[in-house]
C-alpha cells in the first residue's frame, strides 16, 4: 500500500483518498477507502486501480464540461426570450404612448389611446387621452379665432380701399354741385371732367374687387407639361411697348408641370412689381432668364430697382403689405400661393447699396426631364 494513503486514512482518518501511481511507464490512478466490521473498527485497506487511459479520462471531463455549457446556453437563451416575450408585453402600452406622442400636433388628428387596464400605467394613458380631447377643443377655437381675425382684418383692409376712392368722389361731386351753371360756357368740359374722374374711380373700385376676390378664391390649377421659357417669353411679349426695358436672355428650354394661367400671372406680377420698382429718374432695365440647378427649374426676374429695405424684407410675401402708395399689397402674397401650389417656392435677393441696387426674385419649380 502507499504510505501516503496509509498516512491519510490512518492518521489522518480521511474516509478516502485517491492519487495517481505509476509502475515502470504505466500510469494508474489508485482510490483507497478503510474496509470497517459491523463495529467501525477498521480491518483493512481496500485499493482500487484504475488502469484506463489518460486521454480517455480528459475526454469525459471535457464532455461534461461541454454537456454543462450546452445546459447553461440552453437556459441562457430560454431566460433571454422569457424576457423579451415579458417585456413586450408590459412595455406594449407604453410603446402605444410614444407613438401617440409622436403623432400628437395642433393639427393632426389626434387618436385617443384604447387601454382597459387600471394601473398606473393606465392612469398615464388616461390623462392623455384628456389631454388631447383638450387639444382638439382649443384647436377647434384656434382655427375659429384665425378665421374670423383674418376676416376682420381683410374687411377692414377692403373698407380701406374703398373709402380712398370714394373720398375724392364725393367732394368732386359736392364742389360741382354747389359750382355747376348749365349756362355756363365751360358747363360741358366741366361735366365731361367730372364723368371721366368718375369712371376713373369707378375702374379703380373695379379693380380693388377684382383683386381682393382673386386672392380670396384662387383659380384651381390644371397642371400639364409646359415649357418654361415659352411661357417667359409670352409674358415678356406683352410688356413690348416698354421697348427695351424688359428683356429675356437666352437660354435652354426648361420643362415643368404647372398651370399655364398661373405662370403667367405669376411673370406679369413679378414684372409688374420690377417696372414699378424702379425710380422715375432711372431707365428701368427688367431681365428675365430661364435656367436649371439642382433638379429645379428657376425663373429669374432681376431689376435695377431701389432695392428692398432690410426692416421690410420679412414681410414682401404678406398679404396686404405694400411699399407703393397705391396698391393692395396682394400681388406677391398671390405669386407665392401659385408657386407653393405647383410644388415649388418662391425667394429673393436684394441689394440697398449705392451703386448696386437692385432686386432678384427667383421662381423654383420641379424639373422635368
Not at 411697348?241 to 408641370?257: A, D, F, H, S, Y
Not at 435656367?291 to 432690410?310: F, K, T
Not at 404678406?318 to 396698391?327: A, I, M, V
Request: charged letters at 20%; proline letters at 5%.
Amino acid at each position: 500500500m502507499d504510505p501516503e494513503a496509509y498516512r491519510r486514512l490512518a492518521f489522518a482518518s480521511q474516509s478516502a483518498f485517491m492519487q495517481d501511481e505509476q509502475i515502470g511507464t504505466a500510469s494508474y490512478s489508485t482510490a483507497y477507502a478503510p474496509f470497517r466490521n459491523d463495529r467501525g473498527t477498521v480491518l483493512a485497506y481496500l485499493a482500487m486501480p484504475y488502469f484506463a487511459r489518460q486521454s480517455e479520462l480528459e475526454q469525459e471531463k471535457a464532455a461534461g464540461f461541454a454537456a454543462l455549457v450546452n445546459l447553461f446556453a440552453l437556459l441562457f437563451l430560454l431566460s433571454a426570450l422569457a424576457a423579451a416575450l415579458i417585456t413586450a408585453w408590459t412595455t406594449r402600452p407604453l410603446d402605444l404612448l410614444r407613438k401617440g406622442l409622436e403623432r400628437i400636433g395642433l393639427g393632426a388628428r389626434n387618436v385617443p389611446i384604447a387601454y382597459a387596464g387600471n394601473d398606473e400605467l393606465g392612469q398615464l394613458v388616461q390623462v392623455y387621452n384628456t389631454k388631447v380631447e383638450e387639444l382638439r377643443r382649443s384647436a377647434e377655437r384656434l382655427a375659429r379665432s384665425e378665421r374670423e381675425s383674418a376676416w376682420r382684418e381683410m374687411a377692414q383692409q377692403v373698407a380701406h380701399e374703398i373709402k380712398n376712392p370714394l373720398t375724392p368722389m364725393k367732394l368732386a361731386i359736392q364742389h360741382f354741385q354747389r359750382t355747376w351753371t348749365p349756362d355756363a360756357p365751360d358747363a360741358k368740359p366741366r361735366l365731361e371732367k367730372l364723368t371721366a374722374g368718375l369712371v376713373e374711380q369707378i375702374d379703380t373700385l373695379g379693380r380693388i374687387a377684382g383683386e381682393f376676390s382673386d386672392f380670396a378664391q384662387m383659380p384651381p390649377a390644371h397642371p400639364q407639361r409646359l415649357n418654361l421659357r415659352a411661357i417667359a417669353a409670352t409674358a415678356v411679349s406683352l410688356f413690348a411697348g416698354n421697348t427695351g426695358t424688359v428683356q429675356l436672355k437666352e437660354g435652354p428650354e426648361v420643362m415643368v408641370n404647372a398651370d399655364k394661367e398661373h405662370l403667367l400671372r405669376v411673370l406679369n406680377n413679378l414684372i409688374k412689381n420690377a417696372l414699378q420698382a424702379v425710380p422715375d429718374e432711372v431707365l428701368p432695365r427688367i431681365e428675365v432668364s430661364v435656367s436649371s440647378r439642382d433638379g429645379m427649374a428657376v425663373l429669374e426676374v432681376c431689376d435695377n430697382g431701389s432695392g428692398i429695405p432690410a426692416d421690410v424684407s420679412d414681410k414682401i410675401f404678406t398679404p396686404n403689405f405694400t411699399t407703393k402708395s397705391s396698391g393692395m399689397g396682394l400681388g406677391l402674397a398671390m405669386v407665392k400661393r401659385m408657386v407653393e401650389q405647383a410644388g415649388g417656392n418662391v425667394r429673393f435677393e436684394t441689394s440697398t447699396e449705392s451703386g448696386k441696387t437692385g432686386t432678384s426674385f427667383f421662381v423654383e419649380l420641379p424639373l422635368l426631364p
